[in-house]
Nanobody, 121 residues
């Protein structure tokens, strides 16, 4: 199994910055896509940003120009640099990874437990 552990969440004022980290651990797999989703109370879980192993990125329109996703493939770690934070960014942020186990012929999605980001006004 792939374990994803997020860190870096917290409480910041509007306009501030946070950097989230997510490290994948385990053996016998390779990871193609990693990314971040977020879910506010009473809302659905929405995509924030994704990044593939070759560096291709995708961002939600609401975070373009403010957030940057990047990864360290040697560490199986993905980061989300969040700048110019707004109160509407408040949510639980979840790390996700598409992992292909060598014993399987298809990838599976794995999720972290989430880290709380709260932006005060």
């Amino acid at each position: 199994q792939v374990q994803l552990v997020e860190s870096g969440g917290g409480l910041v004022q509007a306009g501030g910055s946070l950097r989230l980290s997510c490290a994948a651990s385990g053996r016998g797999f390779s990871i193609n896509t990693m990314g971040w989703y977020r879910q506010a109370p009473g809302k659905q879980r929405d995509l924030v940003a994704t990044i593939t192993s070759d560096g291709s990125t995708n961002y939600a329109d609401s975070v373009k120009g403010r957030f940057t996703i990047f990864r360290d493939n040697t560490k199986n770690t993905v980061y989300l640099q969040m700048n110019s934070l707004k109160p509407e960014d408040t949510a639980v942020y979840y790390c996700t990874a598409a992992a292909l186990f060598y014993s399987l012929g298809y990838p599976r999605d794995y999720w972290g437990q989430g880290t709380q980001v709260t932006v005060s006004s």
